[in-house]
Structures are given as C-alpha cells and as structure tokens.
C-alpha cells in the first residue's frame, strides 16, 4: 500500500520559474511532512517541514502548503534555479509514537533550465 | 562539521557472499535507521534503532538480513547470503528524535552491486 503518493516523476522549469510539486497521503495518524532533496551520488537531505496545525511554512524561497482536509501537501520552490534541480522526496511520519520512521513518496527529478 | 559516515561507499560482490555495511551516527543522535533506496521501490525503511535497542525491523527480509548497534559509533546492516535482487544504495540516518522533533541525517550511502 503506497501511504504517500507524489506527483509528478519529473518536472522540467525554465530559471526563475516557479516549481510545484505534490503529495498525498492516507495515513489520517501521519502529523509530521518533510521534504527532502537529494543529489546525485548523496544522502537525502532535510529541506523544509510542516506540522498539520499549520497550513503554510515558508522558508527562504522554499513554502510548504498543507491541506490536511483533502490529506495534501506541496513544495513551491520560488525563482527556482540551475543549482535545484534535484530529486525531491515527500515523507510522512507519526510523531506520537515511538515509531518515527518516514515513509517516502517515489519522489520528483527537477530540473531547472538555465 | 557532524555528519553521517557510511563504510563502504561501494561494494560489488557475488551471489552467495556476506556483505557488511558499516555506519558511524552523528555523536548525541539517540536514533538510527537503515533505508534502502532502489528504482522500483524507491526508499524503504529496513531498520532502526532508538538508543541502541531495535524498535522495527519490519522492513528486512529477516532470513537474510540482518542489524546490529554494537556500540553508539557503530551500526552495521548484514547481508548474509546476498542475492542480485539486493542490489540498491543502503542509507544509514541518524537523528534525535523527541518530542516534535524528526530531523534524520542521512549518510551519503553504500552502493551494494550482488552479481
């Protein structure tokens, strides 16, 4: 069962543009959402994350939005540039339990064109 | 500059041979996990421990696989036999998991290539 659906696979933006990516979850009980990036040959990365009590974080030029009525939530990289393109990973995990371990979405390859 | 190390960062073997994948937390982490990160299944949680005692190994394919935190420096994820289908890049990450906070910190990986 694929707790977290990300979409799209890929994802091609022209320098400066905006970057969108999405996820969906199932998991009612999840209550903790990072993104993840990561390069080539390199362990994933923390970026940003949310908690459900909040609908938006915003950091630098990187803003999570989160629905949690329609169990959604989506990176929005701003001025998106060469330097991001990436695999970017969603992940959901329950913070009220002694099992925090993230479950993953299958992930997004960015790439931003110069 | 803390970070995660994983030993080795490349292991080609074959089909048969135990395989030993080493990872070194970052020092205070009271948690750590091993993923594994494949085309088809993307990353998947094969173990992790909270301050050394094994709390989910769910994930490992437990006739073959299996985890160990001898020490607070040390974990290690055993392949034993190994089999083609392991093939895929191993993740360590460790974090101090409490209270609101989940930041993990992943290792740069070990590569496993079983012939």
């Known amino acids: 069962q694929q707790q977290v659906k990300q979409s799209p696979q890929s994802l091609i933006v022209q320098k400066g543009g905006i970057s969108i990516i999405n996820c969906a979850y199932e998991?009612?009980?999840?209550?903790?959402f990072p993104w993840y990036q990561q390069f080539p040959g390199k362990g994933p990365a923390l970026l940003i994350a949310?908690?459900?009590?909040?609908s938006e974080k915003k950091e630098g030029r990187f803003t999570i939005s989160f629905n949690k009525s329609a169990k959604q939530f989506s990176l929005h990289i701003m001025d998106s540039q060469p330097g991001d393109s990436a695999t970017y990973f969603c992940a959901a995990s329950i913070m009220d339990t002694g099992r925090r371990a993230l479950t993953f979405g299958s992930g997004t390859r960015l790439q931003v064109q110069p | 500059d803390a970070r995660v190390t994983q030993t080795p960062r490349d292991k080609v073997t074959e089909m048969g041979q135990e395989v030993t994948m080493r990872c070194q937390p970052i020092l205070g982490h009271n948690t750590v996990f091993w993923y594994r990160q494949t085309m088809m299944q993307g990353l998947e949680l094969l173990a992790y421990?909270?301050?050394?005692?094994?709390?989910?190994d769910s994930g490992m394919p437990k006739d073959r696989f299996s985890a160990e935190m001898p020490d607070a420096t040390l974990a290690t994820l055993k392949i034993q036999p190994s089999e083609p289908r392991d093939s895929a890049v191993y993740f360590c990450a460790s974090g101090f998991v409490s209270g609101r906070y989940n930041e993990q910190f992943f290792g740069p990986g070990t590569r496993l290539t079983v012939l």
């Open positions: 949310i908690r459900p009590d909040v």
């Open positions: 998991n009612t009980a999840f209550d903790y």
């Open positions: 421990f909270r301050n050394r005692a094994p709390l989910d």
